[in-house]
């Protein structure tokens, strides 16, 4: 790491911002602009989100870890240190968000010039605004044919009372009027509180593991300062460590920003394929944890799956993009049960909750669901949603909202024709696919985020499924009561798809308690690996026997039936990308 000079940079000639915005509208593209501008990358062609360094991130092109870059400019004589973190727009991210304003007096929030406002730029301003950041509305992407700035300075002048003086009208692509964007950060963003003579203090906002290096932490300074050598002490667990490199030092800070408390909005059973490689998966999951303390981990042993672990998710694409790192950068596989949210249960007796040792649980694995004779009553958590949609769509809309047993709460126009929808949403009706509807009946022009609210009370039950009167573990869910009926038959119908046929029939059942409320069948049939053997060749009959030999160590035995370990892959899989 290069080794910087602090004393250059009296703390009045430093900066800590974050680049907020929704998805796309050109985070990465500013970054990568104003990493130019300040020569700490060449100007090439190739700079596309420079900072976008996961290879999930570049395939998926969106931004999943906020990262870090420190900026050299001069301006007027004077040098400026501007220490920048880029920030992911995908709401299941948004605690990356929260995390990066805490090291921040100011952000710049960028909104697309055509799209203009949307959903997550004004979860993202409020972020900022209640942290007591400086906001520097800029609008981007000025270039485009149909982009419409003035309307877009309308609109923050509507939705976030900043006038449309302060807005900066910038092409991040073309490099156009960036140079402005640098100098309004340092003539709005105040710079940080300074107490570099006090001990040293400093928040650990990221961290990440490297094969030779060890933990790498980045860290904001609130007071002191920290050299190669020095012993440092965690305020949390009280133990000691050396500090071995120091990178680029993050100036002292003034805390302008409570942390937001972490949720477990989806939670996964995550079990190795292949149980020997147990020990290597949780070395995986303890280093990538390491890098995405929004994921929480519990321990969990599963009859059908060995052991495993309950991982908590902020959604859907939060968990695809730890599974797809977990491959891609640790080679390792594994089988994910049916995503569930945390419900809760009040039990109903002073035994129980002896018991129990609260009056309140959690329920984190369906299996644990507790019966309705010991509670007093089911909450499921709920969120309050923004919607930001073209007004075209607000019937369809409202109808999929209802479908989802939301109930409205406000409905404002920002301008002509583009209005913004508040509902309050159970949970569990959005995680998995909520988003992916909500794009696709509005031509993609709807956008959405939400923000925790709570929890309410629900008519919860516990559905099983059933392979000849066995349940399998691996499917049971807790769904509300009046969703039961088409939840249950539309996995009984992917399990039908996705079973072979047995020597004997199969009853595939959806029961809740003892009642069946979806059934489907698998009829008989004998399947025989040798029937294309004609004639006499006996090594080919004996290796086909082999490889049916092998494939029934890859089956799980419910009951009498066997069923193979993709099977229930293929049900949930469906089942989230319904
Ligand atoms: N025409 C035009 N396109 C732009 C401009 N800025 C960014 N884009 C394009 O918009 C798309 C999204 O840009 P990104 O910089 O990846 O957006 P982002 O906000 O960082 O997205 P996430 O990291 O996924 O949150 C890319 O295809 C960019 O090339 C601009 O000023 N003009």
Not at 146 to 152: G, H, I, L, M, S
Not at 533 to 538: A, L, Q
Request: net charge positive; charged share 25%.
């Amino acid at each position: 790491m290069e080794k910087i000079d602090m004393s250059r940079f009296p703390v009045e000639n430093i900066r800590n911002f974050s680049i907020i915005a929704h998805v796309d509208h050109g985070k990465s593209t500013l970054a990568d602009r104003l990493l130019e501008l300040t020569g700490t990358i060449d100007k090439t062609k190739n700079n596309k989100q420079v900072l976008d360094k996961l290879q999930v991130e570049r395939e998926r092109g969106i931004t999943v870890k906020a990262q870090t870059a420190s900026l050299f400019y001069n301006w007027e004589g004077k040098q400026y240190l501007l220490n920048l973190i880029d920030t992911p727009g995908h709401v299941d991210f948004s605690y990356e968000v929260s995390r990066s304003l805490s090291a921040c007096q100011g952000v710049l929030l960028v909104v697309d010039a055509n799209e203009g406002i949307q959903a997550q730029t004004v979860a993202n301003f409020f972020l900022a605004f209640e942290a007591q950041l400086s906001v520097i509305p800029v609008i981007n992407k000025i270039d485009l044919k149909n982009a419409d700035p003035e309307r877009v300075e309308k609109q923050i002048e509507k939705v976030f009372d900043i006038s449309s003086d302060e807005c900066i009208k910038i092409s991040a692509k073309l490099g156009t009027n960036v140079e402005s964007v640098l100098q309004a950060v340092i003539k709005r963003i105040p710079s940080p509180k300074a107490h570099q003579k006090n001990p040293l203090r400093a928040l650990v906002f990221d961290s990440t593991f490297d094969q030779y290096r060890g933990v790498i932490a980045n860290v904001a300074l609130f007071d002191g300062a920290v050299s190669k050598g020095d012993k440092i002490v965690s305020a949390h667990t009280q133990k000691t460590y050396e500090v071995n490199e120091v990178g680029v030092l993050n100036p002292n800070e003034q805390p302008t920003h409570k942390l937001h408390l972490k949720k477990e909005d989806l939670i996964e059973g995550m079990y190795p394929v292949d149980q020997s490689e147990y020990n290597n998966l949780k070395s995986a999951v303890e280093k990538l944890t390491l890098n995405d303390s929004s994921v929480t981990v519990h321990r969990d042993n599963s009859l059908a799956l060995g052991a495993g672990w309950r991982l908590g998710f902020l959604g859907l694409l939060h968990m695809e993009v730890f599974n797809q790192r977990l491959e891609q950068e640790y080679n390792a596989s594994v089988i994910l049960t049916t995503p569930t949210v945390p419900y809760k249960a009040v039990l109903s007796s002073t035994k129980l909750i002896k018991e129990y040792r609260e009056k309140e649980i959690i329920i984190i694995n369906p299996a644990q669901f507790p019966d309705k004779s010991k509670v007093v009553e089911y909450l499921e958590p709920v969120v309050l949603g923004t919607i930001i949609t073209p007004d075209e769509y607000i019937g369809k809309i409202m109808m999929l909202c209802q479908a989802r047993r939301a109930v409205q709460k406000n409905m404002m126009f920002i301008d002509q024709n583009r209005v913004m929808l508040k509902y309050l949403f159970p949970l569990n009706e959005i995680v998995v696919d909520f988003y992916d509807s909500l794009k696709s009946l509005s031509s993609g022009y709807a956008s959405f985020d939400y923000e925790d609210a709570g929890y309410q009370t629900a008519e919860l039950v516990k559905m099983d499924i059933l392979l000849n009167g066995n349940i399998v573990e691996e499917l049971v869910t807790v769904v509300h009561k009046d969703k039961a009926h088409t939840v249950g038959k539309a996995i009984c119908e992917r399990l039908k798809d996705s079973l072979p046929r047995q020597l004997f029939e199969i009853a595939i059942q959806a029961a809740v308690g003892s009642k069946i409320i979806a059934r489907e069948t698998v009829k008989a049939y004998r399947k025989n690996v040798l029937a294309k053997c004609y004639g006499g060749d006996i090594t080919r009959k004996m290796k086909l026997l082999k490889r049916q030999a092998e494939g029934k160590k890859k089956l799980r035995k419910v009951g009498n039936v066997e069923v193979p370990k993709d099977a229930f892959i293929k049900v949930l899989r469906t089942q989230s990308d319904k």
